[in-house]
């Protein structure tokens, strides 16, 4: 098994069963709702913004160890961040995940979020990997209705 395969299963496996940022951010001027129908994950995602800054986010809901993986890394790595700034992350990993691209250098401007690449290999869990970030893009669009995957 490959160091990069181990580190994405030990990421995966710590984040679904620990996941960060889990609960309701009370303070919140930005909640959306995500919904998996493949495989039921099910997400709301709460933002607390001022001034273009992402100072908060947390999520609540109940899925896979992937998609809850994903969602507590997204927030992890989202806090303190600009608007322009999540733009690009969101950018970057939607063409990581999708294995549009597969350079050294988005890896590393990933972080941990590279591990995520590891769904390319099983092509039904992208989904599980995207849709906090598809509730997240809902979120930075003003979107009003439930995202889903179909």
Same mark, same amino acid.
């Given at each position: 098994? +490959?160091e &990069?395969r181990e580190?994405?299963?030990?990421?995966?496996?710590?984040?679904?069963?620990?996941?960060?940022?889990?609960g309701v951010?009370?303070?919140?001027t930005k *909640? *959306?709702?995500?919904?998996?129908?493949?495989c039921g994950?099910k997400i709301i995602l709460?933002?607390?913004?001022?001034?273009?800054v992402?100072?908060?986010l947390?999520?609540d809901g109940?899925?896979? =160890?992937?998609?809850m $993986? +994903? =969602?507590s890394?997204m927030?992890?790595?989202l806090?303190?961040? !600009?608007?322009?700034?999540i733009?690009d992350?969101f950018n970057?990993?939607h063409r990581w995940?999708?294995n549009? !691209?597969? +350079?050294d250098? +988005?890896q590393e401007?990933?972080?941990k979020?590279?591990?995520?690449?590891?769904v390319r290999?099983?092509?039904?869990r992208?989904?599980? $990997?995207?849709l906090a970030?598809h509730?997240?893009?809902?979120v &930075?669009?003003?979107e009003k209705? *439930?995202?889903?995957?179909?």
């Amino acid at each position: 098994m +490959s160091e &990069l395969r181990e580190l994405y299963q030990e990421v995966i496996i710590d984040h679904g069963r620990h996941p960060r940022n889990f609960g309701v951010l009370e303070n919140a001027t930005k *909640q *959306q709702e995500g919904f998996n129908p493949l495989c039921g994950d099910k997400i709301i995602l709460f933002v607390r913004e001022n001034d273009g800054v992402f100072l908060d986010l947390k999520f609540d809901g109940c899925g896979c =160890a992937i998609s809850m $993986a +994903s =969602a507590s890394l997204m927030t992890e790595c989202l806090k303190g961040k !600009t608007i322009k700034e999540i733009q690009d992350i969101f950018n970057l990993f939607h063409r990581w995940v999708m294995n549009e !691209t597969d +350079s050294d250098l +988005s890896q590393e401007k990933l972080g941990k979020l590279a591990v995520l690449g590891g769904v390319r290999e099983f092509p039904s869990r992208v989904k599980c $990997a995207t849709l906090a970030w598809h509730t997240l893009k809902a979120v &930075l669009e003003g979107e009003k209705l *439930q995202v889903t995957t179909e």
